[in-house]
């Protein structure tokens, strides 16, 4: 969204007797263009061909008796009107009340032309790589495919009252292929990988769906050392992780560690696991300019050796917890997670006889708590460093007593940012 | 409040003229969601917020049967007109893409208009207001249960849709939401444990409804206690037991297990379909047992047309345990095998609808009798009802499930999953309480387990569901209670 109309409102702004005096604005334009395919069928009905323009600005004012509005500027709004109208939302949160002055932005980069013609319209690479996924599909004699590609462009600005203006521009690319309804993979960053590493992690998904074919039979019940593939780790232990990092949960006593476990010499995580990112990196998708509230990205450290650095902050719960606000989290590609040394995956391979690929019911979880009981309806058995046909059962254990297990290993998995895990874990067959 | 869309009249027209002119079909879907919020944790107000979603989104299909979309976030005539030509223009050039070919039923005109509330009321919530009285209410539940951590939230939120399509077809409607939740934190000696209580309404006034609030605190009161044992209760053993779940659980079997995989746009790869079919007249179930899907008046997901223009039909999936009716839109119905029930609902404007559930249950055509409010069942309750009806006697223990927290289905193998708030063992002497585990395995085994039912059907165990990464409210339930034999392919998850 274009800022000057809204810049030249804000002074004007009054409403029960009250002006608005500190404040910040964050707008941002952008157009998508994306495609998904259903059981084969490439932008049917269900799935089309589609383009998305958007245009809006979110901000916060501060006014002149202390009260603070939250809120977002849709395109068709009158600013002045929008924000006199927001008033009757106002409300007390000191910490809340505060906003960022200039500081110096790091040159990120974000940007890929490519990329934003294809988010325009051009749908040539995404027609290439369809096609290849065509001839795989075909090749393998998979029953059905499932899957979506897309591309996004956008343009950002911040602006404060206290004298930061600043802007980004960022590109978006993506693709997501699940094989007869089950294993299932995909790619995100700023740009398209190249198409070496497209196919290569297309073969792998293929090799994959090949192995989930043949079942086996179940295997017994009990504690195995069961490797989780890295899309798990991201979508349990590493989101359950940044969950309770985070510094409302934190300071809402919501989370399993309290203000006081941050900083401290204790380890709350085994001796030798960290947790950092850095969002400077080109072209990953968890890469940014400036968080939403206009702190610089930088490398930050929330996790080290085993001790718990700092929350995830925004102003406001860093002024509620006494510490500074911190870079986010955006994207696992940008984030360090495990320890330094891995395990090669050949080697865990031959220390586990069950990997699982994907679990259901990751949301309906407690994640304070730790304790999880996850379906792993794809998984695979492992014999002698290979694999040996199809499990479906059930993992159940609790993540911060895994992240202290001695018996826990980090795995290097080919293709992925994020490490696999090797621990004892309870799997139950069906 | 709905302006913006009363005054589409005439555009909705000439748009549609259009797209006849230009030789495509045409369904054009208009939104405006105006959303309050407010949270209150531990005395304080944490956020308030007020927030409207509105946009158009242009749906059309070629001549030759390519389908596309586009979306925008205004209702800007000129705007639109480009935007339907730019549409066209993307479909008709999408040669190389391989695009399928749309093959939809023929639609009758409608017109028709559903608001069943006075926006004027959703415009009227006073946030400040609202959460004065969410700290009065937390104070209330904090006395009740001191200990646990609290957050009390209250949502409203009026969803108006307009949608327009090239036959002439013209149907507008809202639909109403309100939420209140709490969320209780307790800690223990073993660690923290959060438990959830929600209370819906149409009413944007239900924070100062006295049933309403009534209602809510026992809730609330239910879910704060569990929360300050939750902590230092053990795990349950993992395996195959008789079970008892409750009515929000036996909504997440419907719904998991049943409802998305008869869905229609999935058949081809449903385990409910062969040969991209649904499977009408296969037994899945106990002949007295049927899964039934419709819009209910008042409800979280009531929703009278679909976002294609069609009306909402009652759906009976299952019927005296056979496959019946599969949940359908225009683009599916026909080649799916089953008749057009109108399912189609898109998150916003900006998404392509899809066939979803709205209220989804469990009907027993035999229940046996649970005098009283649903409330009104704490464990102890629940133990005396199975030993007055004789349970015990066939199973020394049942393993009872309370609670529901969410689940996932794979339709494709037909394995479910759902997350239960708490689990109890009950036998002869009494209750024990454990950690809560996953309730997973396969939708065949689990509907064919279900044994007795107790109570009159509640259906307001509310949700949402995320299918292909579209959100949309899901609501349903059945019988206070149902009991579920053991099943070799059903199971419970759990650490011993």
């Given at each position: 969204?274009?800022?000057?109309?809204?810049?030249?409102?804000?002074?004007?702004?009054?409403?029960?007797?009250?002006?608005?005096?500190?404040?910040?604005?964050?707008?941002?334009?952008?157009?998508?263009?994306?495609?998904?395919?259903?059981?084969?069928?490439?932008?049917?009905?269900?799935?089309?061909?589609?383009?998305?323009?958007?245009?809006?600005?979110?901000?916060?004012?501060?006014?002149?008796?202390?009260?603070?509005?939250?809120?977002?500027?849709?395109?068709?709004?009158?600013?002045?009107?929008?924000?006199?109208?927001?008033?009757?939302?106002?409300?007390?949160?000191?910490?809340?009340?505060?906003?960022?002055?200039?500081?110096?932005?790091?040159?990120?980069?974000?940007?890929?032309?490519?990329?934003?013609?294809?988010?325009?319209?051009?749908?040539?690479?995404?027609?290439?790589?369809?096609?290849?996924?065509?001839?795989?599909?075909?090749?393998?004699?998979?029953?059905?495919?499932?899957?979506?590609?897309?591309?996004?462009?956008?343009?950002?600005?911040?602006?404060?009252?206290?004298?930061?203006?600043?802007?980004s521009r960022g590109t978006s690319f993506g693709w997501f292929v699940n094989?007869?309804?089950?294993?299932?993979?995909?790619?995100?960053?700023?740009?398209?990988?190249?198409?070496?590493?497209?196919?290569?992690?297309?073969?792998?998904?293929?090799?994959?769906?090949?192995?989930?074919?043949?079942?086996?039979?179940?295997?017994?019940?009990?504690?195995?050392?069961?490797?989780?593939?890295?899309?798990?780790?991201?979508?349990?232990?590493?989101?359950?992780?940044?969950?309770?990092?985070?510094?409302?949960?934190?300071?809402?006593?919501?989370?399993?560690?309290?203000?006081?476990?941050?900083?401290?010499?204790?380890?709350?995580?085994?001796?030798?696991?960290?947790?950092?990112?850095d969002p400077l990196q080109p072209y990953k998708a968890g890469s940014y300019r400036f968080t939403g509230y206009g702190l610089p990205a930088a490398p930050c450290t929330f996790v080290e050796n085993g001790r718990l650095v700092q929350p995830i902050l925004d102003i406001k719960y860093g002024r509620r917890l006494g510490l500074k606000p911190t870079p986010v989290p955006f994207g696992p590609d940008a984030a360090s997670f495990g320890t330094p040394d891995r395990m090669a995956y050949e080697d865990a391979l031959k220390q586990t006889d069950v990997m699982v690929l994907s679990v259901l019911g990751v949301h309906t979880q407690d994640r304070i708590s730790g304790d999880f009981s996850l379906s792993a309806p794809l998984a695979l058995a492992i014999r002698q460093g290979h694999a040996a046909g199809r499990l479906r059962g059930t993992i159940s254990g609790n993540a911060w007593e895994t992240l202290n297990s001695p018996e826990l290993t980090f795995v290097d998995v080919p293709h992925e940012v994020t490490p696999g895990m090797l621990f004892p874990c309870r799997f139950d067959a069906r | 409040m709905l302006e913006p869309l009363e005054r589409l009249d005439d555009l909705g027209s000439e748009m549609a003229r259009a797209a006849r002119d230009a030789g495509v079909r045409l369904i054009w879907r208009n939104q405006l969601r105006t959303s309050k919020r407010s949270v209150v944790?531990?005395?304080?107000?944490?956020?308030?917020?007020?927030?409207?979603?509105?946009?158009?989104?242009?749906?059309?299909?070629?001549?030759?049967?390519?389908?596309?979309?586009?979306?925008?976030?205004?209702?800007?005539?000129?705007?639109?007109?480009?935007?339907?030509?730019?549409?066209?223009?993307?479909?008709?050039?999408?040669?190389?893409?391989?695009?399928?070919?749309?093959?939809?039923?023929?639609?009758?005109?409608?017109?028709?208009?559903?608001?069943?509330?006075?926006?004027?009321?959703?415009?009227?919530?006073?946030?400040?207001?609202?959460?004065?009285?969410?700290?009065?209410?937390?104070?209330?539940?904090?006395?009740?249960?001191?200990g646990p951590t609290l957050s009390v939230s209250f949502r409203s939120e009026l969803d108006a849709w307009r949608v327009f399509r090239d036959d002439g077809t013209d149907v507008f409607f809202a639909m109403p939401r309100c939420v209140l939740g709490m969320r209780a934190t307790g800690s223990g000696d073993a660690g923290r444990h959060g438990v959830s209580a929600t209370l819906f309404s149409p009413n944007p006034d239900m924070p100062f409804d006295d049933g309403q609030v009534e209602l809510f605190l026992r809730r609330a009161t239910q879910a704060a206690r569990l929360a300050t044992v939750l902590p230092d209760a053990p795990n349950h053993a993992a395996g195959s037991f008789p079970l008892v779940i409750d009515y929000a659980l036996a909504k997440g079997l419907a719904h998991e297990a049943f409802g998305h995989a008869s869905e229609a746009d999935g058949f081809r790869s449903s385990i409910l379909a062969e040969n991209g079919k649904f499977k009408v007249g296969e037994q899945v179930g106990p002949e007295n047992i049927s899964i039934v899907d419709e819009p209910v008046d008042g409800d979280h997901a009531w929703q009278p047309f679909s976002a294609n223009g069609v009306r909402r039909e009652r759906t009976e999936i299952v019927r005296g345990g056979r496959l019946l009716d599969g949940l359908s839109d225009p683009w599916s119905a026909q080649a799916g095998g089953v008749r057009?029930?109108?399912?189609?609902?898109?998150?916003?404007?900006?998404?392509?609808?899809?066939?979803?559930?709205?209220?989804?249950?469990?009907?027993?055509?035999?229940?046996?009798?649970?005098?009283?409010?649903?409330?009104?069942?704490?464990?102890?309750?629940?133990?005396?009802?199975?030993?007055?009806?004789?349970?015990?006697?066939?199973?020394?223990?049942?393993?009872?499930?309370?609670?529901?927290?969410?689940?996932?289905?794979?339709?494709?193998?037909?394995?479910?999953?759902?997350?239960?708030?708490?689990?109890?063992?009950?036998?002869?002497?009494?209750?024990?309480?454990?950690?809560?585990?996953?309730?997973?395995?396969?939708?065949?085994?689990?509907?064919?387990?279900?044994?007795?039912?107790?109570?009159?059907?509640?259906?307001?165990?509310?949700?949402?569901?995320?299918?292909?990464?579209q959100q949309v409210p899901s609501s349903g339930g059945s019988h206070y209670f149902l009991v579920l034999e053991p099943h070799e392919s059903v199971g419970l998850g759990g650490r011993e």
């Open positions: 969204m274009k800022l000057e109309p809204v810049l030249e409102a804000i002074p004007q702004v009054r409403a029960e007797g009250q002006t608005v005096v500190t404040w910040q604005v964050h707008g941002t334009e952008s157009r998508r263009l994306s495609l998904g395919i259903k059981d084969r069928e490439a932008g049917n009905a269900h799935a089309p061909l589609s383009l998305a323009e958007a245009s809006s600005a979110r901000y916060l004012l501060v006014w002149s008796d202390g009260k603070i509005c939250r809120g977002t500027l849709e395109r068709h709004q009158d600013p002045r009107a929008a924000f006199e109208e927001a008033r009757a939302t106002a409300y007390d949160d000191p910490d809340a009340a505060h906003v960022l002055g200039p500081d110096a932005f790091a040159d990120v980069l974000l940007w890929d032309d490519s990329t934003a013609a294809i988010a325009g319209g051009d749908t040539a690479l995404i027609a290439d790589r369809l096609a290849h996924v065509r001839e795989l599909i075909a090749a393998a004699g998979a029953k059905t495919w499932s899957g979506s590609f897309s591309a996004g462009a956008s343009d950002s600005r911040l602006v404060t009252s206290n004298g930061l203006d600043t802007t094989v007869d309804g089950e294993a299932g993979d995909g790619f995100g960053a700023r740009r398209p990988e190249s198409d070496e590493d497209f196919r290569a992690r297309l073969a792998q998904l293929m090799e994959t769906a090949a192995n989930l074919a043949t079942d086996t039979p179940p295997i017994e019940a009990g504690t195995h050392r069961v490797l989780l593939h890295p899309r798990v780790v991201e979508s349990y232990m590493l989101s359950t992780l940044m969950q309770n990092i985070d510094g409302s949960a934190v300071a809402h006593q919501e989370s399993a560690f309290n203000r006081d476990d941050f900083g401290s010499d204790a380890p709350k995580l085994r001796h030798d696991i960290g947790l950092s990112i | 944790r531990q005395g304080k107000i944490e956020g308030n917020a007020a927030s409207t979603l509105s946009g158009h989104g242009v749906q059309v299909v070629t001549a030759d049967g390519r389908v596309a979309l586009a979306s925008r976030d205004d209702f800007e005539p000129d705007e639109a007109r480009k935007l339907l030509q730019r549409v066209i223009a993307t479909a008709t050039g999408a040669e190389r893409l391989g695009l399928q070919a749309a093959d939809a039923a023929a639609l009758e005109p409608l017109t028709g208009r559903e608001i069943p509330v006075d926006p004027a009321a959703f415009d009227a919530v006073d946030l400040p207001r609202i959460g004065a009285r969410l700290q009065e209410l937390e104070k209330e539940i904090a006395g009740r249960v001191p057009l029930t109108g399912a189609g609902r898109a998150e916003t404007f900006r998404s392509a609808p899809q066939p979803r559930m709205t209220n989804i249950r469990i009907e027993s055509s035999e229940p046996l009798a649970a005098p009283g409010a649903f409330e009104d069942y704490g464990p102890e309750e629940v133990r005396e009802l199975l030993a007055t009806s004789g349970v015990f006697k066939r199973h020394p223990k049942v393993v009872y499930l309370s609670g529901y927290t969410g689940g996932q289905v794979n339709t494709a193998g037909g394995d479910f999953v759902f997350h239960c708030k708490a689990i109890y063992d009950l036998d002869e002497k009494g209750v024990s309480l454990y950690k809560p585990a996953i309730f997973s395995g396969s939708m065949f085994g689990a509907l064919q387990s279900v044994r007795e039912a107790y109570g009159p059907l509640l259906l307001d165990a509310i949700g949402y569901c995320g299918k292909w990464g």
